[in-house]
């Protein structure tokens, strides 16, 4: 029995091969996740209907479940229409989680197509697609070390 709050056969199966430097993609509803992804990723549709599963509940049980060094979200570009609001509401929610987790982590932002270029890492090995319809709502993280207790 598992005591952590991530529950999913194929999410731990996957998280168990994981190793530090290991990538894992949150993808939001929107995000290209067949077509943008590493060679060695394997992909989990948790996508049940629109908003349904959200990024931010994905990200609270993959905290809940393994260590993490670094937390990256998809930057906009300064072409995009959305550039000139600001962060997406949406990261606002992710360092909340974050904190939940006990973590001191701040949230990287990689610009777009950069961000497309490290999911494509043969580091990454997990793609979790959502049914988020958050915009900028991509989250990547990079797996940490587990140390002695």
Not at 3 to 20: D, T, Y
Not at 55 to 80: C, F, K, Y
Not at 102 to 125: C, N, R
Not at 126 to 139: E, F, K, R, Y
């Amino acid at each position: 029995m598992l005591k952590h709050q991530l529950i999913h056969p194929k999410i731990n199966e996957v998280l168990g091969r994981a190793g530090h430097h290991s990538v894992i993609l949150i993808a939001d509803g929107n995000y290209p996740a067949w077509t943008k992804r590493g060679p060695n990723a394997e992909l989990v549709s948790l996508n049940l209907s629109p908003g349904l599963v959200s990024v931010a509940q994905t990200l609270r049980a993959l905290l809940s479940a393994i260590p993490v060094d670094a937390i990256h979200t998809m930057g906009i570009p300064q072409d995009d229409p959305y550039a000139q609001s600001g962060e997406p509401p949406v990261w606002d929610q992710y360092r909340a989680v974050v904190a939940e987790a006990g973590m001191k982590l701040p949230l990287t932002p990689i610009q777009k197509w950069d961000f497309y270029k490290a999911v494509e890492s043969p580091d990454h090995i997990l793609t979790i697609q959502t049914g988020d319809q958050s915009l900028w709502a991509n989250v990547l993280l990079s797996v940490g070390c587990r140390t002695a207790e």
